[in-house]
């Protein structure tokens, strides 16, 4: 099969790990068949250089019309990069939340796994870190009270602010059927995390979850409350499938999640919109106190690339193979320096992709 891929490498380490997690497509490529066309799409600071804003409505056209994005960074110092000298709706940053709008992705996707060869990082104790984990979770992006009506206003003397937390049964509905989906293709288990014992938006959560569960019958769902959740992470994150919950709980939650793997260098993410369409990032950032020197971890980058291969493309074995190949790579003692331990190989950004791709089968 072919695939349009728009591809934004970004800023920072972004245009290093971009062309890693490339150089692995196009190994996935060969191995099976396929071709990946890149279209390279200029966003962030790079953008700014060239056209002065983030995000070009053009840049985002040749977005619409690929079948999946693949993101690495945006973004500089502040103080340093001029880029910062901008009103804050011009800045790399603006970049991201225009993208992320004007591709309507309203799932966003968060894994947790711990490689047991990385649990030393992990910041749990070693009896529950021992145990391992790998978790998703699917936060809902586009809703709730990020995006409600707000207001600071002074009343009778004092000063008060409101935030509104607001969601329809269609907006709960899609990202449901989004998680089901997902634990079709994992081990089948939800738990919706909600409030509903204060919250109406929770009960209205709880009821639509559950009537989208109904049509997969063989995935278990339980409902869990957002407090005993954010316990349970720390406490037995192995009991963790996927977790689908609402856009604030699931910013919470899913930075938590990402904690207790410890290496941030290791985090891939989605966001999803309607059918297989999706833009794919690392979690971390650019990291401009290491750009340019190939030292950057492109591991998270490639995990997001084999997202896109599963959630995009359907093509869940090369997915695996991808992911397999990393955890080799892992077990074999090669390390980038953020993930580095003693008695390990220490590599670089682009051995790490070669060594990556060697291990494709
Ligand atoms: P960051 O994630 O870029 O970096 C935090 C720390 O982790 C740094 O020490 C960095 O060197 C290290 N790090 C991050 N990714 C790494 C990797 N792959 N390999 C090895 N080390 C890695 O977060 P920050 O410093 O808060 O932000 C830097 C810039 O990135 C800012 O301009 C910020 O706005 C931007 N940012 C962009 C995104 C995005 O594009 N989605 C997300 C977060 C931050």
């Known amino acids: 099969m072919e695939y349009k891929v728009a591809v934004i490498p970004g800023d920072g380490i972004g245009p290093e790990i971009v062309n890693e997690a490339k150089k692995v497509l196009d190994k996935v490529g060969e191995v ?3 071709t990946f066309n890149y279209t390279e799409i200029l966003m962030g600071g790079a953008s700014i250089d060239v056209h002065g804003v983030p995000l070009t409505d053009d840049a985002l056209e040749t977005a619409k019309a690929s079948d999946s994005v693949l993101l690495g960074a945006v973004g500089g110092v502040v103080g340093k990069d001029k880029w910062y000298e901008l009103p804050p709706n011009l800045r790399p940053e603006a970049g991201l939340l225009a993208i992320r709008k004007g591709l309507n992705l309203y799932a966003n996707l968060r894994p947790a796994y ?5 649990k030393g990082a992990c910041p749990l104790k070693e009896s529950i870190a021992e145990e391992g984990f790998d978790m998703m979770i699917v936060r809902e992006l586009t809703g709730g009270l990020y995006f409600g ?12 602010a409101m935030d509104t937390l607001k969601y329809d049964e269609n907006e709960i509905r899609r990202i449901a059927v989004k998680a089901f989906d997902i634990a079709m293709k994992r081990n089948k288990n939800v738990i919706s995390v909600d409030k509903s014992n204060v919250l109406d938006t929770s009960r209205l959560w709880d009821k639509v979850v559950s009537e989208v569960a109904k049509d997969y019958p063989e995935v278990t769902l339980t409902h869990m409350l957002v407090d005993n959740c ?3 992470l720390v406490k037995n994150p192995k009991q963790f499938d996927v977790v689908v919950t609402e856009n604030m709980f699931g910013d919470i939650l899913s930075d938590e999640a990402s904690m207790i793997t410890g290496s941030i260098g290791m985090l891939p993410s989605a966001s999803l919109s309607d059918g297989n369409f999706g833009l794919y990032e690392p979690s971390h950032g650019a990291a401009p106190d290491i750009a340019g020197q190939d030292i950057a971890n492109p591991m998270a980058t490639i995990l997001s690339a084999a997202m896109m ?6 093509l869940d074995d090369a997915a695996n193979a991808v992911e397999e190949a990393i955890r ?3 077990a074999e003692g090669y390390r980038t320096v953020d993930i580095m331990s003693e008695g390990m190989t220490k590599v670089g950004c682009s051995a790490m992709g070669d060594l990556i791709c060697e291990r494709i089968k």
Not at 149 to 160: A, H, L, N, S
Not at 309 to 314: A, G, N
């Open 328 to 330: 080799q790579v892992i």
């Open 230 to 232: 954010a316990m349970q």
């Open 309 to 314: 291969l599963r959630y995009s493309f359907d």
């Open 149 to 160: 009506e707000r207001w600071t206003k002074e009343i009778d003397g004092t000063v008060t």
């Open 32 to 34: 099976y068949g396929h």
């Open 114 to 118: 711990l490689y047991k060869e990385l």
